[in-house]
Nanobody, 131 residues
Framework: QVQVMESGGGLVQAGGSLRLSCTVSGLTFEEYSMGWFRRAPGKEREGVSC????????DYGDSVLGRFTISRDNGKNTLYLQMNNLKAEDTAAYYC????????????????????????WGQGTLVTVSS
C-alpha cells in the first residue's frame, strides 16, 4: 500500500522561504517520476512541478518558475520543494504524488500537467503566506 507524507509547511511572510518534504513508502520510489501539486482555498488542484525518476529532468508551472526548485533523494525515498520569494497567491495545501514520465508533461494554465500515475494522496502540508 502506497503511503505519502508531506511536511514542512507553515506560516511565512511574503518574500520568505520554505522547504517542503514528501516521504513515500509502499513503492519503489526511484522508479517513479514525482510531482508537487497544490490546492488553494476555493480553487481546483494545480500541478506545481514535476521531476523525473532520475532527477535529471524537471519542469514547473509558470506561476512558480524561477522561485521554486524541485529535487529528490532516492536513497531516502524523499521528494523536496524549495520555495523562495513566496507570494500570497502561493497559499495552499501542498501534496506530492507519483506522475507520468517527462514526455507527458505540458503547461496547463499557470500550472503544469504532470499526469497523475497513482491516485494516492497524503494529508498535505499547509503553506500560508501573509502579505
Amino acid at each position: 500500500q502506497v503511503q505519502v507524507m508531506e511536511s514542512g509547511g507553515g506560516l511565512v511572510q511574503a518574500g520568505g522561504s520554505l522547504r517542503l518534504s514528501c516521504t513515500v513508502s509502499g513503492l519503489t520510489f526511484e522508479e517513479y517520476s514525482m510531482g508537487w501539486f497544490r490546492r488553494a482555498p476555493g480553487k481546483e488542484r494545480e500541478g506545481v512541478s514535476c521531476i523525473s525518476w532520475t532527477g535529471d529532468t524537471t519542469d514547473y508551472g509558470d506561476s512558480v518558475l524561477g522561485r521554486f526548485t524541485i529535487s529528490r533523494d532516492n536513497g531516502k525515498n524523499t521528494l523536496y520543494l524549495q520555495m523562495n520569494n513566496l507570494k500570497a497567491e502561493d497559499t495552499a495545501a501542498y501534496y506530492c504524488a507519483a506522475v507520468l514520465s517527462p514526455p507527458h508533461w505540458e503547461p496547463r494554465g499557470s500550472g503544469i500537467y504532470c499526469g497523475l500515475l497513482k491516485d494516492t494522496w497524503g494529508q498535505g502540508t499547509l503553506v500560508t503566506v501573509s502579505s
